[in-house]
């Protein structure tokens, strides 16, 4: 028997509210996500009609308030949700992420109550959906870099840039964008600005890639586009704790979409090592397969006590930026290592599209990406590290 503050300090459930979302989340990815996922991959078209019904379920305002028209859930139905929505199809997941918290988020904070009233109900609803178009050409991890200006004009501002790799961008109503009002203030001077699109000067070009192909990436390119003064978010000196604020809450929550993989990458794995037979065997009754088995079940678990970690963390207050860093870190690179064993462990059928195996390997290596590489969340956890 283990000594009780030893027991104690390692106690850890879901309430039966927080299991009770997470069904609700499985059997809605189960029963009316996985039937589009084929479709919107092969085409890399995200059918819009989903908005809607998440909206109508309550699932896009997971984290906000009640008052505000939210679900007023904590961080770890969040995760729990996410890891369900991944389980069934990371760009699904990508879609619902980049509506739901960066889209969103910034006005909830920091929006006026025309600007709530505007964009984030209708968000919230599933009627409007929100791109946060923050990387550019030649901005990514260096965000202190952003070029896009938004200089002052009578009666509002005048966008001009470009922003690359924006997910939603080719399917949103309104665009979240990080610009520059004043270049001569310091390089953390960063605003966000509501703009409504279609709109003229505002071009969309839909990108194609390999990975989290069911939701849309877009280039977008700014050229003098006037937004109203009421589209401005927060100060004309910028919103950029803002930003911090909701990318560094934002990786745990990408914390989850990875282990949301690496548990479907996993599930797949057992089920064909129980089924495929070599020499009159399951390849599951193999040592090395069961093994690599064991191994990803482990990482995985280790990877689900830090996500869910994390989001503890952040319903007390407490998340620091090492810790959330770790916490995506840890998340990614295991469900990019779980996937690639998985695949391996399907031999060719790994590489066929029948098998989800592929799919979820290509949607990982997505996940060491956005939110901040693997580089620089290593940055982030060094630099804590005093060295
Ligand atoms: C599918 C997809 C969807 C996305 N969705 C959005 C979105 O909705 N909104 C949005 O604003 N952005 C989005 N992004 C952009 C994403 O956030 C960036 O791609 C990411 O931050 C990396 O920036 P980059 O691609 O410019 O890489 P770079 O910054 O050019 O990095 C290239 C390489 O250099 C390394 N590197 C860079 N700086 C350092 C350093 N200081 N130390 C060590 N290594 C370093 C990186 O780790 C990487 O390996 C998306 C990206 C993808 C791929």
Known sequence: ????????????????????????????????????VRDAEEHERFPRHVFKKWGDLGLLGVRYPA??????????????????????????????????????????????????????????????????????????SNIRALATRAEKIAGGYR???????????????????????RPELSADAISLFIVDVPRDGVEIHSLEKEGIRASETGLIHFTDVFVPDAGLLGGIEGTYP????????????????????????????????????????????????AHKLADMAADIEAARWLVYYGAWRVDQGTLDMP????????????????????????????????????????DALVYTIVEGTSEIQRNIIARGLDL
Request: proline residues 4%; aromatic residues 6%; glycine residues 8%.
């Open 67 to 140: 008052e505000d028209g939210g679900a007023g859930m904590d961080k770890v139905s969040d995760c729990l949700i996410r890891e369900e929505m991944s389980a069934v199809s990371q760009g699904f997941a990508s879609a619902w992420s980049a509506h739901s918290h960066l889209g969103i988020w910034p006005i909830w904070k920091a929006g006026t109550p025309e600007q709530k009233a505007s964009h984030f109900r209708p968000a919230l609803a599933g009627d409007k959906i929100a791109a946060f178009a923050l990387s550019e050409p030649d901005v990514g």
């Open 1 to 36: 028997m283990l000594p009780q503050r030893y027991s104690d300090s390692m106690d850890f459930s879901f309430t039966p509210e927080q299991e009770q979302v997470r069904d609700l989340a499985r059997r809605f990815c189960e029963t009316e996500i996985a039937p589009l």
């Open 159 to 181: 966008i001009t840039g470009s922003k690359l790799y924006i997910t939603n961008a080719p399917i949103a109503d309104f665009l979240l964008v990080a610009a520059r009002t």
């Open 323 to 362: 810790t959330g860093a770790k916490v995506k870190l840890v998340a990614s690179e295991t469900a990019v290592r779980v996937s690639e064993a998985a695949l391996r462990i399907h031999g060719g059928a790994g590489v066929m599209r029948e098998y989800p195996v592929g799919r979820i390997h290509r």
């Open 242 to 289: 803002v930003i911090l604020e909701s990318l560094s809450e934002n990786r745990v929550g990408v914390a989850a979409n990875a282990l949301g993989m690496a548990r479907a990458a996993l599930e797949a794995a057992v089920r064909f090592a129980r089924e495929r037979q070599v020499n009159g065997r399951t390849v599951g009754s193999y040592q090395a397969i």
